[in-house]
């Protein structure tokens, strides 16, 4: 029986870790963007939105998401929570759009409601905030801090200037 001493296979163990380190030691945060707001259904328990976000990957290797949590404010109220429950993976220098389903809780759904379905408003301010995690130890959970304004009609929402991701 062939023994190798714990301090090799110490120090082969430890080269291996920092050669990962060397690999993904300039990835950049991938960003969240709320890209449309859709309502799905209005009830008498609320109303459901489609929430779909872009997830941004600068990066030259894929981001492995492992889901995530998200607040959203509509005209300076907060509304909803949803949830990133699956996971996914951004490919690199590329963005992925998931859809999220949000229920909004029967007070909240009357001014909602109002706003959404009533004025012939093309486009309300939002804000997102939250987090995803990512499945890659470096970046871990990335912090979601984005407002703008988003149309109703499901085409591309705008970020204010100076808006952090």
Same mark, same amino acid.
């Given at each position: 029986m062939i023994r190798i001493p714990i301090a090799v296979i110490s120090l082969l163990l430890l080269a291996s870790l920092n050669g990962c380190a060397l690999l993904y030691r300039d990835l950049v945060e991938p960003t969240v963007q709320l890209v449309s707001i859709?309502?799905?259904?209005?009830?008498?328990?609320?109303?459901?939105? @489609?929430?779909?976000?872009?997830?941004?990957?600068?990066? =030259?290797?894929? *981001?492995?998401?492992?889901?995530?949590?998200?607040?959203? $404010?509509?005209?300076?109220?907060?509304?909803?929570?949803?949830? @990133?429950?699956?996971?996914?993976?951004?490919?690199?220098? =590329?963005?992925? *759009?998931?859809?999220?389903?949000?229920?909004?809780?029967? $007070?909240?759904?009357?001014?909602l409601a109002m706003r959404l379905l009533g004025g012939g408003e093309q486009a309300i301010d939002y804000a997102l905030t939250g987090y995803i995690d990512v499945a890659i130890a470096l970046l871990g959970r990335v912090r979601i801090d984005e407002s703008g304004s988003v149309p109703l009609n499901g085409a591309a929402a705008s970020r204010r200037a100076g808006d952090a991701i």
């Open positions: 859709a309502p799905q259904q209005v009830g008498f328990s609320g109303i459901r939105l @489609l929430c779909r976000l872009r997830i941004e990957n600068p990066n =030259d290797v894929k *981001i492995p998401i492992r889901g995530g949590n998200f607040g959203l $404010a509509v005209e300076g109220v907060q509304v909803a929570q949803g949830a @990133l429950i699956d996971g996914f993976t951004v490919a690199a220098r =590329d963005s992925e *759009i998931v859809d999220v389903v949000v229920d909004v809780d029967t $007070a909240r759904s009357l001014a």
